[in-house]
């Protein structure tokens, strides 16, 4: 083939953008055109609520890959511009700008349509098709635009959704000033990220600071001239419903995938909403890609279909897609790990694998250890509270949680040992590095194992 | 049998003391006796140059199972009392406290006689098989005591060895305000924890604050009033002789195992001095079984036999010791892998695997990755170094190496990676935890192992 490689992304979000260097970087030939329709190129999503209390001083500041960068990778970088119609059998795209029709056609199509905030039923939130005012979700730069202009009239906000956006956006709300209340229609607080009882150490710190209803639904909003004023919410099990005034409301109950337009062109979409895609993020059409939260892969342990929700995930599909719609080879483990942390008023929590929600109790086994970060005798020390769980019968470890000092980090060794399909009792044999002022001789993460190897070899 | 078994434990460090509290754990009824020449229980011996600046602010601090933690575990702790001998054939240990004979008989024995500063041949160091006043080895809670001593009096300490105990005694005199020269022989500093171009990483930070001197070896001592003063030191290659005047002198050249009951008793010493055990720590002698510093075992990557000398493995020897000795079943991997850290001046430093002085080069790829701890937008990020090194047939990792934020806890995830026996291009695709207050989207310890991958699939 005399003519080079067309590849084209359609979107710039982390996952997308990814792949367009990576393309780059497989092939150096490659004509490689990236379509966004936000104004923005690729920028930190998660960085947003950091934005909000001024952490992250200046917004421009999420954006990890400039237009220059874009330009000087020689990758066609056109922002403010919508992908209207994927056409598969004759390999061509068709996107509007302004008013301007673009026509391209391409070798390998690498669908990176992100995902839309999941806006709840609740009465008098939107007026066609748009949050009432006061009322805003967190996906976007604008969302934080939006947000902080408000921030300078409001007192109180009323978060609704407990989820790792819901609790980010709390601090940064709390730093900048305001009262905080969040409703959580769920019995706990991360329902996806942790356990139950690992939710519940992390609650007693987080409602010091913030009030948080749990098990309540938001039902309806009120307004006064115009804007928000009063939120209803009722007790999910006697009914009882409350009211409570606000100067704004946060939406912060997740995402639905983005997928009409690979809908239209024939590709697959599974059960939870996502493009189905495999390990190397082919989907069912020939020379179309898909990747980040517009996709559905699986999870490495149950092997069930789950959406993809991290930047790290979508980042790491970015990576093999773009390398493999190049004529590279990159091929993604079989299944997410999910490994996935944040950090609330200087405790950090982190998490791997899927919750025990997820397992007939029957068939796993877990143990739990409080640790300390350095040995007794040595100043400093922060504690640790590890909770793991293994297959009953094969001893595999299939998840971690983590609760203080280094929670990710100690959280990456189990996902290494997931990876790996480590059992407990290999791990826990594991030698951590020791040193006074570093860590503590025998680790939390292999004395959490060791009572769980006890237990499985009591059985 | 009727009678309760009878263990015997041979020393309370750290790997003896474990062993007797494993031995405790799984069998209650057990009879257990710990022989201590020393006066101390289970301490810390890591700890001790912390104990030198004060950071741990009383050396009983280091004691980390008191005599009281001992009698309430119904284990028999006699300190201040040698062993003299050990009777393979009538199972039986004999041993002297004060001037009382003990003799004991043993089901099992488990010997944990540690190990002996290395004094090198400087000429006039020692008197009467004592070092001379004002020069300390760094082992004991009473060299410490001698050492704090004598810092009221001194002003300048020399420093013989730059390994790791050297460095930290070093930055714990400065703090004690001293002046510090250091001497090593080797062409760098850390030369069993980190490779050159590692080391010298440190080394530019850590000659801003201390004067260390390479490639030179202390030839004699010279006494005033039967202190020390002066020291002689020699260059490697150019034999020139030089001196300085130093109030204190401190020797930390390593160890050498102390193993004179073993070896009468018939236990066969390895190659590198120390008692040959294998993974359930039994010595060839029936019923006894050896563990810590004392014990030769061998590395989990070359299969090399090699001294213990860090006492996380120690304590997993005694854990393994312990329980087998009590009638139950525990295997360490087949080998050490040298997990190890320290931190110099807020530098933290970490390793795993053998250093590559230890392979040919023509066997191996290695790779090094500049990073930073987290995502380039979220204030407060650190610089990480990580260096990786894989076999190149196998593809499998064998040593990493890191300088710099969360350096130990990094270099577990590899530590876990060797255990498993992972290949770089497996590892490559870990899902690490990612938030921009923790880490970033890709982490420096896979962004490393890119670089290697593609050196092993390019060649």
Chains 1, 2 share one sequence.
Request: net charge positive.
């Amino acid at each position: 083939m005399s003519q080079d490689k067309s590849i084209v992304v359609i979107g710039c979000g982390a996952s997308g953008g990814t792949a367009a260097q990576f393309a780059r970087k497989t092939e150096r030939k490659a004509k490689i055109t990236v379509f966004e329709k936000g104004k923005y190129p690729q920028y930190s999503k998660c960085g947003l609520p950091y934005a909000v209390s001024g952490i992250i001083p200046d917004l421009n500041d999420l954006i990890e890959f400039s237009e220059e960068w874009f330009k000087k990778a020689g990758i066609d970088l056109f922002l403010k511009t919508i992908v209207e119609k994927i056409d598969p059998d004759k390999q061509i795209v068709i996107a509007k700008r302004n008013k301007s029709i673009i026509k391209k056609s391409y070798d390998s199509l690498i669908i990176s349509t992100g995902a839309n905030p999941f806006i709840p039923p609740i009465e008098g939130l939107s007026e066609n098709n748009n949050l009432v005012e006061g009322v805003f979700s967190v996906r976007t730069i604008e969302d934080v635009e939006n947000i902080s202009y408000k921030l300078k009239k409001g007192k109180n906000a009323i978060i609704v959704g407990a989820g790792l956006i819901g609790l980010e956006m709390a601090e940064n709300l709390i730093k900048k000033g305001l009262k905080i209340i969040i409703i959580e229609v769920l019995p706990q607080i991360l329902y996806n990220t942790l356990d139950e009882d690992m939710a519940k150490l992390l609650y007693s710190t987080f409602s010091e600071k913030v009030d948080i209803i749990l098990n309540h639904l938001v039902t309806r909003i009120e307004r006064k001239n115009g804007k928000i004023n009063q939120v209803f919410y009722k007790n999910k099990e006697s009914g009882e419903e409350k009211k409570i005034k606000t100067d704004i409301l946060i939406i912060a109950t997740g995402c639905k995938s983005e997928v009409s337009l690979a809908k239209n062109a024939g590709c697959e979409i599974g059960k939870t909403g996502g493009i189905k895609v495999n390990e190397k993020c082919e989907t069912n059409i020939k020379n179309i890609y898909a990747v980040g939260d517009c996709t559905e892969y699986f999870d490495f342990i149950t092997k069930k279909p789950l959406t993809i929700g991290l930047g790290s995930i979508g980042v790491r599909q970015g990576i093999a897609a773009g390398t493999n719609a190049a004529g590279g080879a990159y091929q993604l483990p079989n299944g997410v790990l999910q490994t996935r942390t944040s950090e609330f008023f200087n405790m950090e929590i982190a998490a791997v694998g899927p919750t025990i929600n997820n397992f007939d109790e029957t068939d796993i086994v877990s143990g739990k250890f409080n640790g300390f970060s350095l040995p007794k005798y040595f100043p400093g020390g922060r504690p640790i509270t590890i909770k793991v769980t293994a297959n009953k019968k094969t001893g595999k470890i299939i998840s971690a949680q983590a609760i203080g000092e280094n929670a990710a980090q100690r959280i990456n060794t189990f996902a290494t040992a997931i990876l790996g399909e480590m059992t407990i009792d290999d791990f826990r044999k594991l030698e951590t590095a020791y040193a006074p002022p570093i860590a503590p001789t025998l680790d939390a993460v292999t004395l959490v194992c060791d009572i769980i190897s006890k237990k499985i070899n009591r059985k």
